[in-house]
């Protein structure tokens, strides 16, 4: 038996499609962080407040890491080059980056276009010139307990404090980002492994085969 529809639903159907078709623009959305969350139209991102108002116009690629704010700004794409916009919508940081890492700490490992990186804040100053070798490791490189990796043209590694000055000296050829305090180090590669403090002192004798963080 074909189903009737109640009249009050036959009536009033037409408004409720055009009511819906005029609420619902976004082809999909995230999660809200920092009072904004990610809206999609396409393949083009932007940000909407909790009252559905959109702070940063749909202008921006969408991308995989794109989808969130943290320490106040979020990372954004266009034409595959990174930038940082803040919670007003404005672009703090022009996107002229091949790469922008997560922040940790107020901090970022950044990628200029043809190689190099350095670290940036969230105003997008380079308190680490992009100047570097690349560097990669478990985990991403990252600022921790105020320092962070970097790898000069020699392979070597150390460490930067937030202020943009050397702590520990180009002497390690890999090294982990800092837990607790305390990095892991080896001076060679196929060398032993010790622990050196933030203030780039060896605190544990690199005499160990092998080592975790803590």
């Known amino acids: 038996m074909k189903k009737v529809l109640p009249f009050f639903l036959l009536c009033f159907s037409p408004f409720f499609s055009s009511a819906q078709a005029g609420t619902f623009k976004y082809d999909r959305t995230g999660s809200f962080s920092e009072g904004l969350a990610p809206v999609y139209i396409g393949n083009k991102l932007g940000y909407i407040d909790t009252t559905g108002r959109e702070v940063i116009p749909v202008i921006y690629d969408d991308d995989y890491r794109a989808d969130r704010f943290r320490y106040g700004v979020a990372l954004v794409k266009m034409n595959n080059l990174y930038g940082l916009v803040d919670r ?127």
């Open 88 to 214: 007003t919508g404005k672009l703090v940081v022009p996107c002229a980056y091949s790469f922008i890492d997560d922040f940790n700490e107020g901090m970022a490992a950044a990628y200029k276009p043809g190689g190099g990186m350095g670290y940036i804040n969230t105003k997008g100053d380079a308190v680490v010139p992009l100047q570097y070798k690349i560097l990669t490791m478990l985990g991403g490189v990252k600022c921790v307990n105020g320092l962070m990796p970097v790898q000069e043209s020699g392979n070597k590694i150390g460490f930067f404090n937030k202020a943009g000055k050397q702590i520990v000296p180009f002497m390690y050829a890999s090294v982990s980002n800092f837990s607790e305090g305390l990095a892991l180090v080896r001076r060679l590669w196929d060398g032993k492994a010790g622990f050196i403090n933030t203030a780039g002192l060896t605190v544990i004798a690199e005499k160990y085969d092998n080592a975790t963080s803590f």
